[in-house]
């Protein structure tokens, strides 16, 4: 398992990703056993399309962190910022990171694709977690997995960021999908 980022005790760090407001702030408070660290400050467009998010007043500028137990392992989220001018942030926060969530909005599903390659690229095995919102209309999980080009491995989960039950049932499935991808190594004799 991976070391605790902090040298506390040994858990798992994985990442939060998706585009901008689609609720990884809210996700994670949701479910963090400590404060949750948040960086938030004062939205302003910066470049990006900010329209279909009218009554948003913060966006995370660093970071999201907050900390949970999950069966017994701690787990540690990470949350990426959404504006693409804190995208440098990424390399960052991915490092030492052993899987993901990208938190989809199927209203603006083409706003997915940036953070999906990049979790590829790093070969982290990730989980699709859908944030339902009330004008989301209706996709089957076949519809998404078309839509975004999932490999049949990757496990789609539907999510309300705001409820701590629903947001631990996502991480255990992540952590079991985490602990499936890992090959097992070859006992020492
Ligand atoms: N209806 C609904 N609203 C949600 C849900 N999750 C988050 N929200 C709202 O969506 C808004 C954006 O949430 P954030 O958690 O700030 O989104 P974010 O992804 O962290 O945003 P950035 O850091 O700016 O990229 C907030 O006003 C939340 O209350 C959800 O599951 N359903
Ligand atoms: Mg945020």
Redesign the pocket.
């Known amino acids: 398992m991976a070391r605790a980022p902090t040298g506390g005790p040994p858990g798992l760090k994985i990442v939060l990703t ?12 949701a479910v963090s056993e400590i404060v949750p660290l948040t960086t ?1 400050a004062r ?1 302003s467009a910066g470049g990006d399309d900010i329209s279909h ?1 009218p ?2 007043v ?4 660093a970071m ?1 962190f907050g900390r949970l137990d999950v069966n017994g392992v701690t787990v540690y989220v990470f ?5 693409q001018r804190f995208w440098f942030m990424w390399d960052a926060i991915v490092q030492g990171a052993v899987g993901a969530v990208v ?1 989809v909005d199927t209203r603006r599903l083409e706003y997915s694709f940036r953070h999906l390659d990049y979790i590829e690229n790093r070969r982290l095995p990730f989980v699709v977690a859908v ?4 004008d989301s209309g209706t996709y089957t999980t076949d519809d998404l997995r078309e839509a975004l080009s999932l490999p049949g491995e990757v496990p789609v989960v539907e ?5 701590e039950h629903s947001v631990r049932r996502l991480l255990i499935a992540l952590v079991e999908h985490v602990i499936a991808s890992t090959p097992i190594p070859a006992s020492v004799s």
């Open positions: 998706g585009p901008l407001g689609v609720g990884k702030t809210t996700l994670v408070a938030e939205m998010r009554g948003k913060t966006t995370t500028v999201d949350g990426t910022p959404g504006q938190l944030n339902r919102f009330p999510v309300d960021a705001r409820d």
